[in-house]
Structures are given as structure tokens and as C-alpha cells.
């Protein structure tokens, strides 16, 4: 299975921006799927995760703000990002399956940049 990531950006605090991954297989809608950052010098975390159930769980700095979705007939996982803060700046992976330590499979990484 491959993700591929897309979507990142230069964004001005309080803008939006909409992340995506697709795979390569049909791997979302039977196993779900996970979005983490890492921001320099910190642990990679989990910002938001969807089951293959369709069930949906944030990091607590990102909720409100942050909806992760998909579209299964295209295998793709989307992440959109809404009022967005300077702490926000990391690198963005899109990761499956969905599991609390983490899937085997990876997305390149897109990165997010959020100026104040």
C-alpha cells in the first residue's frame, strides 16, 4: 500500500487549508486511517484518526477546528483544517490503518506552515 500526501502550504493564522491522501488500495475504508504531525524538536502525534466504522477522534488542540473525512470511492483520506494557529506548523503524515500506536503505512509528508 502507498499514501500519498498533498495539500500543505503557507497560511496565515486564522486561514484553512485542506489536507489529502490517497492510497493505493481501498485500505481507508476497511481500516481506517490517521493524520499526525511533527513540528521541529517535537514527538510526532496523532491529530486526528477515522475508523473503517467511520468513527472519529481529534487530538484535543485541534478540536473544533480539525475534521478528518473520506471519500471511499476515491481512497482518499482528507484532512480540513480550519482556523489555523502558528502552532499548527509541522509536518503533516497521513498514516493506516488507524490504530493507537500507529499503521505500518505512511504518507511522504506534506508541510503546514501557519505565520502569525
Known amino acids: 500500500v502507498q499514501l500519498q500526501a498533498s495539500g500543505g502550504g503557507l497560511v496565515q493564522a486564522g486561514g484553512s487549508l485542506r489536507l489529502s491522501c490517497a492510497a493505493s488500495?481501498?485500505?481507508?475504508?476497511?481500516?481506517?486511517a490517521g493524520w499526525y504531525r511533527q513540528a521541529p524538536g517535537k514527538q510526532r502525534e496523532l491529530v486526528a484518526g477515522?475508523?473503517?466504522?467511520?468513527?472519529?477522534n481529534y487530538a484535543d488542540s485541534v478540536k473544533g477546528r480539525f475534521t478528518i473525512s473520506r471519500d471511499n470511492a476515491k481512497n482518499t483520506v482528507y484532512l480540513q483544517m480550519n482556523s489555523l494557529k502558528p502552532e499548527d506548523t509541522a509536518v503533516y503524515y497521513c498514516?493506516?490503518?488507524?490504530?493507537?500506536?500507529?499503521?505500518?503505512?505512511w504518507g511522504q509528508g506534506t508541510q503546514v506552515t501557519v505565520s502569525s
Open positions: 498514516n493506516a490503518p488507524f490504530r493507537s500506536t500507529g499503521g505500518p503505512y
Open positions: 488500495g481501498n485500505i481507508f475504508s476497511i481500516f481506517g
Open positions: 477515522i475508523t473503517g466504522a467511520g468513527n472519529t
